[in-house]
């Protein structure tokens, strides 16, 4: 089974950092672009920042500066590093792939998301 799994969140004070880590797990042949979205309490999931497998990355407005998406192709990863919390990036974090191509045949094309990690960011 080919899934996203998660690690990394937890409740830090202002101007902290966390570092938000996700691994694809199960056979997989080849993964797309990978990308972390969040979604707040009361609001709709955003695009935090994502990574295609040419490392070429984009970040929202609100995190440029902060945040730095990094991804580790031989061992499946993408990491997020945040720097200079804010309250207003306290959230709910997820991980996704959109496009994942399972190594077993019949092969197939996923899209996947992580589970999700809680970031708090609060005095």
């Known amino acids: 089974q080919v899934q996203l799994v998660e690690s990394g969140g937890g409740s830090v004070q202002p101007g902290g950092s966390l570092r938000l880590s996700c691994e694809a797990r199960?056979?997989?042949?080849?993964?797309?672009?990978l990308g972390w979205y969040r979604q707040a309490l009361g609001e709709e999931r955003e695009l935090v920042a994502a990574v295609t497998n040419v490392s070429s990355t984009n970040y929202a407005t609100s995190v440029k500066g902060r945040f730095t998406i990094s991804r580790d192709n031989l061992r499946r990863r993408v990491h997020l590093q945040m720097n200079s919390l804010a309250p207003e990036d306290t959230a709910v974090y997820y991980c996704h792939a959109d496009s994942i191509t399972t190594a077993t045949l019949p092969r197939k094309y996923l899209e996947l998301w992580g589970q999700g990690t809680l970031v708090t960011v609060s005095s």
């Open positions: 199960g056979n997989i042949a080849s993964i797309g672009v």
